[in-house]
């Protein structure tokens, strides 16, 4: 299948390297240089900007932040859909408000394409592995034409229902979730170290108890190693639990552990965390009580 991926940071590097090695004709589009260049080195084809894809691709997939960009390298001045075979599938993998992902799926449609709300989950681990969690949304003919990217880029499919919008929905409340799981990680280990334990300890301990998450054991250890080299950044978290409520907002419905996340989230990225991995929230307390954190190894 001739597949763009447009967006190579850390999931849609994972999901183009995937495509390649599942053999499918793939053109990666970034632009920056240092990303088209890793790509290139893997065998895939580059392009500086949508409009620069080739001309019969079936299918793009849309790794880039928000909404707002999807739109841009879709349906921009050097968007791709003008170049493209009428009929072709677009998944958008952004995390987007529900509404968001209805417009577009309204457009692209519009457009003479099919549309697959395909938000994901698993980190740029999963990404690289080929085993991301799909929280799929869109027509069984988009689906089906799809079929052959989702194959090889996830491990798991939710198909969740005729309707575009679903799957963003779905992965709001993941997030909701995830960050809040982040944040209380990080809440508690600081905790900890400034009561005097371990970190290294608290962390097999709270690993093998109650306590756990799969955040606390995934997001802890690049804290205990000092390693804030994002694979999801604190800056993710700023927007996708604004997009969480504003959502509740619409709904009139409280939200307050998600708004506290998000504070925290704030207060982070004001401290110039923003760019750095998302456990390093926890900066925000080391600003406060000035514990000491575990330095890069």
Do not use: Y
Not at 63 to 92: D, H, S, W, Y
């Amino acid at each position: 299948m001739n597949v763009g991926v447009i967006g190579l940071g850390s999931m849609g590097m994972g999901a183009a390297l995937n495509l390649l090695q599942k053999g499918h004709v793939v053109t990666g589009c970034d632009v920056r240089a240092e990303a088209r260049a890793a790509f290139a080195s893997e065998g895939g084809a580059v392009a500086a900007s949508p409009d620069a894809m080739p001309l019969d691709l079936e299918a793009v997939v849309v790794f880039v932040i928000n909404a707002a960009q999807t739109e841009q390298v879709l349906f921009g001045e050097n968007g791709c859909l003008a170049r493209m075979p009428k009929g072709g599938v677009v998944l958008c993998c952004a995390t987007v408000a529900p509404e968001a992902a209805r417009a577009l799926g309204r457009r692209i449609e519009a457009a003479g394409f099919q549309m697959l709300d395909t938000p994901v989950s698993g980190g740029s681990v999963g990404a690289r592995a080929g085993t991301m969690t799909v929280m799929g949304s869109g027509s069984e003919a988009a689906f089906a034409k799809a079929k052959p990217v989702l194959d090889a880029i996830s491990t798991k499919v939710w198909r969740l229902g005729d309707e575009v919008g679903v799957g963003s929905t779905v992965k709001m409340v993941n997030q909701l979730l995830a960050g809040v799981h982040i944040a209380t990680a990080a809440e508690a280990l600081a905790l900890g170290i400034r009561a005097g334990a371990d970190p290294e300890t608290l962390f097999k301990v709270i690993s093998e108890s109650a306590g756990s998450s799969w955040m606390w054991q995934n997001r802890v250890p690049h804290i205990l190693q000092g390693d804030d080299t994002p694979s999801s950044a604190v800056n993710i978290f700023v927007k996708d639990l604004g997009i969480v409520l504003d959502q509740a907002r619409a709904l009139t419905f409280p939200l307050p552990m998600a708004a506290a996340a998000h504070q925290l989230f704030l207060a982070a990225a004001a401290n110039g965390q923003g760019p750095k991995d998302d456990a390093f929230v926890i900066r925000v307390w080391q600003a406060l009580t000035g514990i000491d954190l575990p330095e890069k190894q």
